[in-house]
């Protein structure tokens, strides 16, 4: 019997199908990692790149659900990113204390 078969019981895959759960790894990686970043340019760059790594994993496996989760992401840690970039963000913290005022 073939190591991690149980683990991975519909080995062996084409040179692609692991190629695309290679990018699915990493996209998940990216995302746990961002998540502990304190630099929020770094922390949105790190979850456009998880999510665009999933959203080639979604495709791929068709699920319309994951899809639209991740193109969602995709394009909400963009803007975010472009704001930074742009000098346009403005921090959550700094809008609620002002409404405070």
Do not use: N
């Amino acid at each position: 019997m073939p190591p991690f078969s149980s683990l991975f019981p519909d080995m062996p895959w084409t040179g692609f199908e692991t190629t695309v759960h290679v990018i699915a790894g990493l996209g998940i990686i990216f995302l746990i990692y961002a998540i502990f970043l304190k630099a929020e340019k770094k922390q949105d760059a790190l979850l456009a790149i998880g999510a665009a790594c999933l959203l080639v994993y979604a495709i791929w496996t068709a699920s319309t659900v994951f899809i639209i989760a991740m193109l969602g992401l995709l394009i909400a840690c963009l803007v975010e990113f472009v704001e930074i970039v742009l000098g346009t963000h403005a921090e959550r913290k700094r809008v609620w204390q002002d409404k405070q005022k």
